[in-house]
C-alpha cells in the first residue's frame, strides 16, 4: 500500500514539474528558442500580484520594473494577466517595435481591452485595426489641426474659466475628480455636441473608472473589475447612441466612446493634477509660471482678451511646465503590443503571439538626457535639444500609433495653466501622495482652495 501511495506522489511529482518547466520555458513549433532572461512566475497568475503591488511616493517607474532591469537587464520575459510578455526597456529595441507596427506586431491591449473591443466572432486583432483607424480619424477631425488653433483655444479657455469661477465659490476641490468632470464636459460638448450641464443624460459620475480594468482578469462574472467595466460600458451607450444612431452599432460606439474617453480623461488629468501637486511643492517654479503668464496679459491691448495662438506659442516656460510633468508622469508602465511573427532582437527570440511591454518611460528617467532625472525641474528644457528629445521624450508613444490627442493635450493644458496662475490664487489643502499600482494614482487626492484674484 506504501509503495502504491510512494508511487503516485512520485508521479505527481514528475508530472508538475514536467508541467512547470513547459510553462517556464516554452518551446515554439517544437523548438526551445532564445528567450530572454526572466521568471514566469506562478502557473496562471504568473507575476501579476508583484505587478500589483503598489509603490509608494516615488515618481520612479514601478519598481516591478526597475528590479528585474537590474536583475536581468533591459529586456526579460514574465507572465502577467495569464500571459507571455516580452518587456523591453531597450530605447533601441523599442524603437524597433514601433517602427513594425501593423507588420510584426500590432496594439494589443492585453484580454481585458481585446474582448471589450471585438464584434461576435471577429478577431482581436481585426477589431483593435477597425476601432484604430476609426478612433484616430475622429480624433484628429474634432481635436486637430486648424480647428484647435482657430476654434477650440478660446473655448478651452473659456470653458476652463468658468470651471476655476466655481471652483472659487466653493471649499477646498479635489483636482483629479474635478479636471475629469472639467474634461468630460468639455468633450462630450466639442466631440458629441452633447451639452451635460442642459442635458439630463449622463454626468461623468456614472463613468466608470476604466483605468482600474487595465490590468484586470478577463473574467466576466459579478464581482470582477472586468464585469464591472462591462456593466458601465453599458451605461455610457445612450449618450452615444444618442448622436450618432444612425450608422453606427451600439457596440461600436461604446466601444470608441471607451477610448476617446479613457484618453481623454485619465492622462489630461492626470498630467494636470500632478503638474498641481509639483506647483505647490515648488513656489519658484510657480512664481516663474505666473510671472511668463503674466507678462503676456500685460503686452495684450486689452488685457481681457482671449489667449491667441501666437501668444500661446511664445509661453515657453509654460511648455517647459508641461514638458516636465509628462517626463515624469508616466501614467502607465509601458505601452502594449502584441508579436504577429516571431521576432529576433538582440540575439533573443520574441515568440508570435506574445504580448510586449515597451517600457517608454525609460528614457525620461536617464540620468544622462536628464540630469537628477527625480527632480522637477522644468529649467532642465532650455538646454534640451530638438534631437536629444526625439530620442529622449515620449510620453505620447512612438511611430505611426503615436497620440492621436498630443497637440490638443499640450494645448489644453498650457491654457489651463495660462488661466489658472493670471486670475486665480490657490492653496494646497491636503493629499497629494502618489503611487502607481502599477497605473499612477493620488490615492487621496490633491485638494486645493481657490480665490479669484480680483476679490
Ligand atoms: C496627457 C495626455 C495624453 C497622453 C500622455 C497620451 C498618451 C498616449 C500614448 C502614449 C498613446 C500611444 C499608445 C500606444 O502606443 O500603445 C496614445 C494614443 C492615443 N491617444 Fe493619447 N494621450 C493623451 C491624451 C489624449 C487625448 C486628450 C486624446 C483625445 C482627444 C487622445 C487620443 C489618443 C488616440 C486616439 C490614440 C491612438 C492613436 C493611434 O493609435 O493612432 N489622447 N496616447
Excluded at 533591459?74 to 501593423?102: C, H, M, W
Excluded at 466631440?191 to 454626468?203: C, I, L, N, Q
Excluded at 533573443?348 to 517608454?360: K, Q
Aim: charged share 20%.
Amino acid at each position: 500500500m506504501l509503495g502504491i501511495g510512494l508511487v503516485l506522489v512520485a508521479f505527481c511529482v514528475i508530472y508538475y514539474t514536467h508541467l512547470l518547466i513547459k510553462w517556464r520555458y516554452p518551446k515554439i513549433n517544437g523548438v526551445r528558442v532564445q528567450l530572454p532572461p526572466g521568471s514566469m512566475g506562478l502557473p496562471i497568475i504568473g507575476e501579476t500580484i508583484q505587478l500589483l503591488i503598489p509603490s509608494y511616493n516615488s515618481i520612479d517607474i514601478h519598481p516591478f520594473v526597475r528590479k528585474r532591469i537590474q536583475r536581468h537587464g533591459p529586456i526579460f520575459r514574465t507572465n502577467l494577466v495569464g500571459r507571455p510578455v516580452i518587456v523591453s526597456a531597450d530605447p533601441e529595441v523599442n524603437k524597433y517595435i514601433f517602427s513594425q507596427e501593423g507588420n510584426l506586431v500590432e496594439m494589443w491591449y492585453l484580454d481585458s481591452f481585446a474582448k471589450l473591443f471585438a464584434f461576435e466572432g471577429e478577431s482581436k486583432v481585426t477589431a483593435i485595426g477597425r476601432v484604430h483607424r476609426y478612433l484616430r480619424g475622429i480624433t484628429l477631425n474634432h481635436f486637430g489641426g486648424e480647428s484647435l488653433r482657430e476654434k477650440m483655444l478660446p473655448q478651452i479657455e473659456v470653458a476652463v474659466n468658468d470651471n476655476l469661477c466655481n471652483w472659487s465659490t466653493q471649499g477646498p476641490v479635489e483636482v483629479k475628480s474635478a479636471i475629469s468632470r472639467m474634461i468630460f464636459n468639455f468633450t462630450a460638448k466639442v466631440a458629441f455636441g452633447y451639452d451635460v450641464e442642459t442635458s439630463k443624460g449622463e454626468k461623468i459620475e456614472n463613468l466608470p473608472n476604466f483605468i482600474k480594468s487595465l490590468m484586470s482578469f478577463p473574467l466576466n462574472i459579478p464581482g470582477t473589475t472586468f464585469h464591472k467595466c462591462m456593466k458601465d460600458i453599458f451605461l455610457i451607450k445612450p449618450l452615444m447612441i444618442w448622436h450618432q444612431r444612425s450608422f453606427l452599432t451600439e457596440d461600436f460606439i461604446a466601444e470608441l466612446a471607451f477610448g476617446i474617453l479613457f484618453a481623454a480623461f485619465e492622462s489630461v488629468s492626470t498630467t494636470l493634477t500632478l503638474a498641481i501637486k509639483f506647483l505647490a511643492e515648488n513656489p519658484l517654479v510657480l512664481e516663474e509660471l505666473t510671472a511668463e503668464n503674466e507678462a503676456v496679459l500685460k503686452k495684450r491691448e486689452n488685457p481681457d482678451s482671449l489667449l491667441t495662438w501666437e501668444e500661446y506659442k511664445t509661453m515657453s516656460f509654460t511648455t517647459s511646465v508641461v514638458n516636465e510633468t509628462l517626463r515624469l508622469m508616466n501614467i502607465p508602465p509601458g505601452l502594449l503590443r502584441k508579436a504577429l511573427k516571431d521576432i529576433n532582437v538582440k540575439g533573443y527570440t520574441i515568440p508570435a503571439g506574445w504580448t510586449i511591454m515597451l517600457v517608454t518611460p525609460i528614457v525620461h528617467l536617464n540620468p544622462e538626457t536628464y540630469k537628477d532625472p527625480l527632480k522637477f525641474n522644468p529649467w532642465r528644457w532650455k538646454d534640451l535639444n530638438q534631437a536629444t528629445l526625439s530620442k529622449s521624450f515620449m510620453p505620447f508613444g512612438g511611430g505611426t500609433r503615436q497620440c492621436a490627442g498630443a497637440e490638443f493635450s499640450k494645448v489644453y493644458m498650457a491654457a489651463f495653466l495660462h488661466v489658472l496662475v493670471t486670475k486665480y490664487r490657490w492653496t494646497k489643502v491636503k493629499g497629494g501622495r502618489i503611487t502607481r499600482s502599477p497605473i499612477l494614482l493620488f490615492p487621496d487626492g490633491v485638494h486645493i482652495k481657490v480665490s479669484s484674484k480680483r476679490d
